[in-house]
């Protein structure tokens, strides 16, 4: 069975200051891997994916990502953080095309000025 | 275009009572998923449809709950009988499979507040 781990539910960071998110998957077969961003009331807007290729992927709003399948992570970095970006993150992992997503528990952002 | 968009944004109904949910995905996207999101389950796959396949209700926690999706377009949620725990925000993403990848896109949900 497909299964995501954030380990981080709550992150404090000051703007400007770099962001790492945590993302562990478990999946069988090659992952399909996606970071989405949820504001309050909000639904779920896609910061960026990683489907084969480049392991580094870039997104919206200046984060990137980088598949390591040896250690099974997707982790999810910005050098230098807004204030806007406090929210809720959350990684998730699916088996390709028409494929049920599967998320973690999301991570919760919160940017001190 | 238009993002997915979803009717009510926000419901209040009595327990036992039946609701419908409703969600427009994204014009030529061909395949819709449902989701819930709770505060005790996180975010959970309920549902989803592509073309004219059957679809995968693997899902849905109990036979309350259906869905359809008319002219492969719009579709409905449909709970029956709501208990409390049904109270949760339901998501809606729709998806164009094109070149063997599939990103969801998601609405903004509808908040079910089950008294």
């Known amino acids: 069975a497909q299964s995501v781990t954030q380990p981080d539910i709550h992150i404090t960071v000051s703007e400007g200051a770099s962001l790492e998110l945590r993302c562990n998957y478990s999946?069988?077969?090659?992952?399909?891997l996606f970071w989405y961003v949820q504001s309050p009331g909000q639904g779920l807007q896609l910061l960026l994916k990683y489907f084969s290729g480049d392991t580094l992927v870039q997104g919206i709003k200046g984060f990137e990502a980088e598949f390591k399948r040896s250690q099974s992570s997707f982790n999810l970095r910005k050098p230098s953080v807004h204030w806007s970006d406090a929210a809720e993150y959350f990684c998730a992992v699916g088996g390709g095309t028409a494929s049920k997503l599967t998320f973690g528990t999301g991570t919760r952002l919160q940017v001190t000025l | 275009g238009a993002g997915v968009s979803q009717s009510p944004s926000n419901k209040v109904t009595e327990k036992g009572k039946d609701v419908e949910l409703r969600c427009d995905p994204i014009?030529?996207?061909?395949?819709l998923y449902w989701y819930r999101q709770s505060l005790g389950q996180g975010l959970e796959f309920l549902i989803y449809?592509?073309?004219?396949?059957?679809?995968?209700k693997s899902g849905l926690p109990s036979d309350r709950f259906s869905a359809e999706r008319t002219g492969g377009s719009v579709s409905t949620l449909t709970i029956q009988r709501t208990q409390q725990e049904d109270s949760a925000v339901y998501l809606c993403a729709s998806s164009l499979i094109q070149f063997g990848t599939d990103t969801q896109y998601f609405g903004p949900g509808t908040r079910l507040t089950v008294l």
């Open positions: 014009s030529g996207h061909t395949a």
């Open positions: 449809f592509q073309g004219n396949s059957a679809p995968d």
């Open positions: 999946y069988g077969a090659t992952p399909y």
